[in-house]
């Protein structure tokens, strides 16, 4: 990737002494390509040394006082030796170089000393093609920028800046409603908007780069103690000269630069006394060469973040997307997390998918929760994969819930026709689709609580869909509450950041639950410390990088959890249910009798009732929502959450 310039095969046209402004011209190439000239200049930016792009920049404040042209130009000249702050008298021809307007073959004379003060410029710039007239210049971006892409930092030391992380228009503008609570899944009415918010991300980006030419610096630039440099690390006041390779502008700082990092975080805070977790893991393949790994070192190191990952999160249950549709793969992979945190810690429930692509399966701790449903499985000729549904006893307390997993199409276009091709809305390919397999779904998890009775459901995974797109709308138009995840994103594409992953829950769980976060171990890292080959050098066995997904965790208070009716309590021998406003008990032993104390979350007595043939039926009318306590003395107690 070493600079060449070609040589000229006639002698260059001389045209004597020109301002920078005139070389430059207000047009994309310069009105003097390939003829001599003569101008003189401040050097702003010096780049010399083996790898770099060889040359300074030289500038000419207000040479004629338009906008339109640059005061400032880069001349190629590895061998020579001038410094920052030099007025200088350059004579050599110009070119344009892959788009670059340059002067080569130069000699130069010190005409004395200057200063240059930087042009000001603030993000978003208001026009994409307003960098030229900047080619050259030294220029500030006053205040903080941020770092929004990482993907191109261990090539080739490069990164994209922004004010502000960069989030996909339709995670924050509905493509159907105006307002962004509207649940609306069809129609186009508010398009426009979702297309102005991607003119203005388009013009918020400046390209900060290294100085250097070759690829895979080493070290790699500005890396933080921990070797990484993660999305989301800033900095401030951002100086350099604006220049053009490879088809893009970019910013050559002229000094040093101290980012502000962001740290690694630990593992979020959910609360409750149950956790639940969400995570695609990227192709988790045991079938070597396929979509996952290429070979058994690669397979390891994979395996080994992974596992780092999901100890480190602890779930109680927790659902794994992107597992290869074979047997071997999941069970190489729960075999592997036994392994280090105890024989039998996880268990697994899971369906085969069609074909050979990738499969959905949940994990949960039999010490902790016991299934106590069949597994349903929604696996019809829309669908992928199987969408899984499990019912849950909490082994501790007796509560129930119903566990459901979640990924649909992929936005990838391959294949794509009609009404499933991109549509312009900022939701991609097979929005059709994955809209469909929405409304089969809500219908298909409606018949399940039906069928066992069982209220409470908390349904997590990749939904392909930004927060805003149809699939999350027509999943919230069916009763289900979306539960905002605390940070926000969970992926990063194209340099924007937005939540495919996402929480939602029935009313009877959304009233256990405490809390919804997630974990930034992946959307900000780079790409290249992943545990590919190509990247062994920056590998680490760790969760950082195990996955292109972040996962997603939920907390929720298992004791709050309704009993059933097929549920029985050791400690009391007493089935409980709760039909809306109605609560029955019936005891083991018909011949009991006594009085049922009903108590409230403050532990008040709000409620007694006599036992009479061992059993007890209550209006439960009066109360307010929160966790309630009831006791029969001498025989037992128990509690249960009124919605």
């Known amino acids: 990737m070493f600079r060449r310039v070609l040589p000229f095969l006639l002698l260059p046209t001389v045209v004597g002494a020109q301002s920078i402004c005139a070389i430059q011209g207000n047009g994309a190439a310069s009105p003097f390509a390939g003829q001599q000239v003569t101008t003189e200049g401040v050097v702003t930016a010096v780049f010399s040394g083996s790898g770099s792009i060889n040359g300074y920049c030289i500038e000419q404040p207000g040479c004629d006082g338009s906008v339109d042209t640059s005061n400032g130009i880069f001349v190629y000249a590895p061998n020579a030796v001038v410094a920052i702050g030099q007025r200088l008298s350059v004579t050599g021809t110009v070119v344009e170089f892959n788009g670059l307007t340059e002067i080569t073959n130069s000699t130069h004379a010190v005409l004395g000393s200057g200063t240059v003060t930087p042009t000001d410029l603030v993000l978003p710039i208001t026009s994409s093609g307003n960098w030229e007239r900047y080619e050259g210049m030294l220029v500030r971006f006053p205040g903080q920028l941020m770092v929004v892409d990482n993907s191109n930092w261990s090539q080739y030391g490069?990164?994209?800046?922004?004010?502000?992380?960069?989030?996909?228009?339709?995670?924050?503008?509905?493509?159907?409603?105006?307002?962004?609570?509207?649940?609306?899944?069809?129609?186009?009415?508010?398009?426009?908007?979702?297309?102005?918010?991607?003119?203005?991300?388009?013009?918020?980006?400046?390209?900060?780069?290294?100085?250097?030419?070759?690829?895979?610096?080493?070290?790699?630039?500005?890396?933080?103690?921990?070797?990484?440099?993660?999305?989301?690390?800033?900095?401030?006041?951002?100086?350099?000269?604006?220049h053009y390779s490879y088809g893009e502008y970019k910013l050559e700082p002229v000094a040093p630069l101290v980012f502000k990092h962001a740290e690694r975080?630990?593992?979020?805070?959910?609360?409750?006394?149950?956790?639940?977790?969400?995570?695609?893991?990227?192709?988790?393949?045991?079938?070597?060469?396929?979509?996952?790994?290429?070979?058994?070192?690669?397979?390891?190191?994979?395996?080994?973040?992974?596992?780092?990952?999901?100890?480190a999160m602890n779930a109680d249950v927790l659902v794994l997307c992107e597992i290869e549709n074979a047997d071997a793969a999941w069970q190489d992979l729960?075999?592997?997390?036994n392994n280090v945190m105890g024989a039998g810690t996880y268990a697994?429930?899971?369906?085969?998918?069609?074909?050979?692509?990738?499969?959905?399966?949940?994990?949960?701790?039999?010490?902790?929760?016991?299934?106590?449903?069949?597994?349903?499985?929604?696996?019809?000729?829309?669908?992928?994969?199987?969408?899984?549904?499990?019912?849950?006893?909490?082994?501790?307390?007796?509560?129930?819930?119903?566990?459901?997993?979640?990924?649909?199409?992929?936005?990838?276009?391959?294949?794509?026709?009609?009404?499933?091709?991109?549509?312009?809305?900022?939701?991609?390919?097979?929005?059709?689709?994955?809209?469909?397999?929405?409304?089969?779904?809500?219908?298909?998890?409606?018949?399940v609580r039906s069928a066992t009775g069982i209220p409470a459901q908390l349904i997590m995974g990749d939904f392909n869909a930004y927060t805003q797109e149809d699939p999350i709308d027509r999943s919230r138009s069916s009763g289900l509450h979306y539960q905002f995840v605390e940070g926000g994103y969970t992926h990063t594409y194209g340099?924007?950041?937005?939540?495919?992953?996402?929480?939602?829950?029935?009313?009877?769980?959304?009233?256990?639950?405490?809390?919804?976060?997630?974990?930034?171990?992946?959307t900000d890292e780079p790409e290249t410390y992943d545990y590919r080959d190509g990247n062994v050098s920056r590998y680490q066995p760790n969760a950082f990088r195990s996955s292109d997904h972040d996962p997603v965790l939920v907390g929720f208070q298992g004791g709050r959890l309704n009993v059933g009716l097929d549920e029985r309590s050791e400690r009391s021998q007493v089935i409980f249910s709760l039909d809306g406003e109605r609560a029955?008990?019936?005891?083991?032993?018909?011949?009991?009798?006594?009085?049922?104390?009903?108590?409230?979350?403050?532990?008040?007595?709000?409620?007694?009732?006599?036992?009479?043939?061992?059993?007890?039926?209550?209006?439960?009318?009066?109360?307010?929502?929160?966790?309630?306590?009831?006791?029969?003395?001498?025989?037992?107690?128990?509690?249960?959450f009124k919605p």
């Open 158 to 242: 490069e990164l994209y800046m922004a004010p502000d992380r960069t989030f996909a228009p339709t995670d924050e503008v509905d493509p159907n409603d105006t307002d962004p609570g509207g649940t609306s899944s069809t129609g186009v009415s508010n398009v426009g908007a979702v297309q102005a918010a991607q003119d203005v991300i388009d013009r918020s980006f400046i390209l900060l780069d290294d100085t250097r030419t070759s690829s895979w610096p080493d070290p790699a630039p500005w890396a933080d103690a921990a070797g990484t440099l993660r999305n989301g690390s800033t900095l401030i006041d951002l100086t350099g000269v604006i």
């Open 265 to 311: 975080p630990a593992v979020p805070e959910v609360g409750g006394t149950l956790r639940a977790a969400g995570f695609n893991v990227l192709n988790y393949f045991t079938t070597l060469g396929e979509w996952g790994a290429a070979n058994n070192a690669e397979l390891g190191r994979q395996r080994a973040k992974l596992v780092a990952a999901i100890r």
């Open 334 to 337: 729960v075999a592997a997390l």
């Open 348 to 447: 697994v429930v899971e369906e085969d998918a069609f074909g050979q692509g990738t499969r959905t399966v949940i994990l949960y701790k039999p010490s902790i929760l016991e299934p106590i449903t069949t597994l349903y499985a929604l696996n019809t000729s829309i669908f992928q994969r199987p969408h899984l549904t499990q019912g849950f006893r909490v082994v501790a307390t007796g509560g129930r819930f119903l566990f459901s997993t979640m990924h649909l199409r992929s936005k990838l276009c391959d294949g794509a026709s009609g009404a499933n091709m991109d549509q312009g809305d900022g939701q991609s390919c097979f929005n059709a689709l994955r809209r469909s397999q929405v409304e089969a779904l809500v219908d298909h998890w409606a018949d």
């Open 495 to 522: 340099s924007m950041f937005g939540t495919l992953d996402h929480v939602f829950a029935t009313t009877a769980m959304e009233a256990v639950i405490t809390g919804t976060a997630v974990w930034h171990i992946n």
């Open 584 to 640: 029955h008990w019936w005891l083991n032993d018909p011949s009991i009798t006594g009085t049922l104390q009903l108590l409230d979350p403050a532990g008040r007595l709000v409620g007694g009732w006599s036992v009479t043939g061992g059993a007890v039926e209550a209006d439960l009318g009066g109360l307010g929502a929160g966790c309630y306590t009831w006791r029969v003395p001498g025989l037992g107690s128990g509690r249960f």
